[in-house]
């Protein structure tokens, strides 16, 4: 038991004003004159002090127990933080650290957090970062497709390249017999199951001969310069004739597009509020801390620090963060 307590006795006696919470066990506020129900190493307990403690007790849920039991409870928790006083545990580093995180955990609840959650993003500023990061937000135009191939092996016969065009034009006229439903997404579908039976791409075959989303303006692809130019030439659902390259025949479909441009508003007022937001914050915290140490009257020796060696080991490496980008709240109905 006892050495389960003497990491909260040290704090205790080390931080003073916050004995576990926010309650020192013997007060500061008690009058001179007022009589010490007990004295414990010099350090008297007072009515006060008595009073002082029970209300702690009360704010953090913990039973009152009579006058006469809580003085000796404070008098043996006192005697106890002294006896750790006195063995030097105050002053070894795990509790000092100890001890510097409660007191700067203090002093963000008090000073800095509650400023912190009453940050908020106008309408107007998220407006105004829009207009001032609209090309930012632009995306490129994308176009989809699908395709039917056949491949020809090199310097194929003129009767190979003839045989390949009439089982593509019979693919062609199965595929206008039973046209696939088209869609977005997974139902752009393209030729549909003739793809499978009709064409050589085993990537794409499967799938309708769908070939997913290529950008507009991509300057290389997998597929030949000449099947791109005619497909993004196409109205979406239309397809292009026989195209005939180094590798085979070729039938392309463009079976959806979207085009370029500035996001609008709408799509990414939340992500930027939040950016604002994170903003905020941050400059708020980062103000909190020069005007600490401004207070302090830091000074530093570099120079001197430089000289000093140490067992560096690089940092652990951070746990990956899910997606939004900007973490925060949902849109408050207070900043409208």
Sequence with gaps: MYRRLV????????I???????????????????????????????????????????????????????LNEMVQRLAMVERARSAGLEKE????????????????????????????????????????????????????????FQALPAQSSEARKAEARQRL??????????????????????????????S???????????????ETEAAETRWPTEV???????AVNSRSGIIEDASGLYVIMKTDARP????????????????LLLEKRRALEEHFVADTLAAAKVTTNPEAARQVTLPVTPAPAAAPSAPPAFPGTSRSSAAR
């Design 169 to 198: 034009e019979a693919g062609l006229a199965a595929a206008d017999a039973n046209p696939a439903q088209g869609g977005r997404g997974p139902a752009a579908q393209g030729f549909g199951t003739i793809a499978t039976e009709y």
């Design 93 to 148: 580093m795990d509790t000092r650290r100890r001890i510097e995180s409660v007191l700067i955990t203090r002093l963000r609840e008090r000073e800095l957090e509650d400023a912190v959650a009453k940050v908020t993003v106008s309408d107007e500023e998220v407006r105004a970062s829009y207009e001032a990061r609209k090309a930012e937000f632009s995306r490129k135009g994308v176009d989809r497709f699908a395709l039917l």
């Design 16 to 70: 003073g004003t916050l004995s576990q919470c926010n309650k020192a066990p013997v007060s500061t506020t008690a009058p001179a004159s007022e009589p010490a129900l007990a004295v414990v190493a010099g350090r008297p307990i007072t009515a006060t002090d008595l009073r002082e403690e029970a209300e702690w007790r009360k704010v953090n849920h913990q039973a009152v127990p009579s006058a006469e039991v809580l």
């Design 7 to 14: 990491p909260l006795l040290c704090l205790s006696a080390a």
């Design 200 to 214: 050589d791409d085993q990537s794409s075959r499967y799938r309708g001969g769908d070939i997913g989303w290529i």
């Design 228 to 234: 791109m130019k005619a497909g993004r030439a196409l």
């Design 260 to 275: 370029g441009g500035a996001r609008p508003f709408e799509e990414i007022a939340e992500r930027l509020e939040q950016g």
